[in-house]
Antibody, heavy 120, light 107 residues
Framework: EVQLLESGGGLVQPGGSLRLSCAAS????????MSWVRQAPGKGLEWVSSVTSSGGSTYYADSVKGRFTISRDNSKNTLSLQMNSLRAEDTAVYYCAKNVQAVAGSFEYWGQGTLVIVSS | DIQMTQSPSSLSASVGDRVTITCRAS??????LGWYQQKPGKAPKRLIY???SLQSGVPSRFSGSGSGTEFTLTISSLQPEDFATYYC?????????FGQGTRLEIK
């Protein structure tokens, strides 16, 4: 059974940093691209970032480019999102998602999400 | 960037109704489209992939069609558990983009 478990969310001040993690199990982690998707309170879904199966290529939404860094550790089956220079508009539930392919593809499985609140 | 225009943004329907939700892509995306259902406080769940393939375990009353720029999600006979918000997603090219969502409410 595929399981994705996010952690690391919380309350942070504007300009601060936070690191999210996603522990994956139930599939061959190193074979699939992984992604982060967020949802601001009462809003729709927004793709944030993706990383290919090897970690060799990364992709970012313009809204987070230069501030967020996605990475993965295939030896530990873990996906991470380092978030710097956080803004109020980054407040959202952040979901980890498993892609269906090594490079891209749609999101087949999702974690339960972790809430990030950026506020003073 | 590929824009996904989803309509309607909200829809009121009754149990047993047939409903259709549409997504239009700003440029051709082949069949690189999925449909997701989200209930309050829960993660999205994939219903349809590759525009028309039914995800394992999803009831057959859900179906998808389309290719290129026009896509539809159809629920043939609404059940009480189907009242939720639905999103389309294109993964043909980065940035990956979602439709704005359709909130399906009980009439």
């Amino acid at each position: 059974e595929v399981q994705l478990l996010e952690s690391g969310g919380g309350l942070v001040q504007p300009g601060g940093s936070l690191r999210l993690s996603c522990a994956a199990s139930g599939f061959i982690f190193s074979s699939y691209a992984m992604s982060w998707v967020r949802q601001a309170p009462g809003k729709g879904l927004e793709w944030v970032s993706s990383v290919t199966s090897s970690g060799g290529s990364t992709y970012y939404a313009d809204s987070v480019k230069g501030r967020f860094t996605i990475s993965r550790d295939n030896s530990k089956n873990t996906l991470s999102l380092q978030m710097n220079s956080l803004r109020a508009e980054d407040t959202a539930v952040y979901y980890c998602a498993k892609n269906v392919q090594a490079v891209a593809g749609s999101f087949e499985y999702w974690g339960q999400g972790t809430l990030v609140i950026v506020s003073s | 960037d590929i824009q996904m225009t989803q309509s309607p943004s909200s829809l009121s329907a009754s149990v047993g109704d047939r409903v259709t939700i549409t997504c239009r892509a700003s440029q051709g995306i082949s069949n690189d489209l999925g449909w997701y259902q989200q209930k309050p406080g829960k993660a999205p769940k994939r219903l349809i992939y590759a525009a028309s393939s039914l995800q394992s375990g999803v009831p057959s009353r859900f179906s998808g069609s389309g290719s290129g720029t026009e896509f539809t999600l159809t629920i043939s006979s609404l059940q009480p558990e189907d009242f939720a918000t639905y999103y389309c997603l294109q993964h043909n090219s980065y940035p990956i983009t979602f439709g704005q969502g359709t909130r399906l409410e009980i009439k």
